[in-house]
């Protein structure tokens, strides 16, 4: 099956995983899934994750986190879609709920959170909101 947005694809996975209390769920690889995945992590949204190699395109396998059983990633959403590229720059950079959750944005200067945007004055395509 053909998907047209892999990351809402991936933050779905995430999304059902967590609500289901799964440990680890499993994603389709790529270079920008693996960046998301990374920024996660070091925000403390999920535990880790590891590349699988299997001879095709390879396999994200995302630990996910609990804190006291309760899941740490309280709400993931897609912002800039296919069909509605939604972009800001750095002076109109959105925090979610204040400051709280993290905006996952592309820049120029590659892809991270919009703390780290507004810190280097880029703006870019708003990707996702984690809280």
């Known amino acids: 099956m053909q998907i047209t ?10 999304r059902n995983a967590s609500s ?3 440990a680890t769920v499993d994603i389709p690889a790529s270079n920008l899934k693996k960046t998301i995945a990374q920024i996660l992590v070091d925000e403390g949204y999920i535990k880790s994750f590891r590349v699988i190699d299997d001879n ?17 990633i309280t709400g993931l959403r897609r912002v800039s879609k296919p069909g509605l590229r939604i972009y800001s720059n750095c002076k109109d950079m959105p925090k979610v709920i204040k400051g709280l959750g993290i905006a996952i944005v592309s820049t120029s200067k590659g892809i991270m959170t919009d703390k780290k945007a507004r810190e280097l004055n880029v703006g870019g395509e708003v990707l996702a909101f984690v809280w």
Do not use: E, N, S
């Open 5 to 14: 947005d892999t990351i809402a694809d991936m933050l779905t996975r995430i």
């Open 20 to 22: 289901a209390k799964h």
């Open 56 to 72: 095709k395109q390879g396999v994200i396998r995302v630990t996910l986190k609990y804190v006291d059983g309760t899941q740490a």
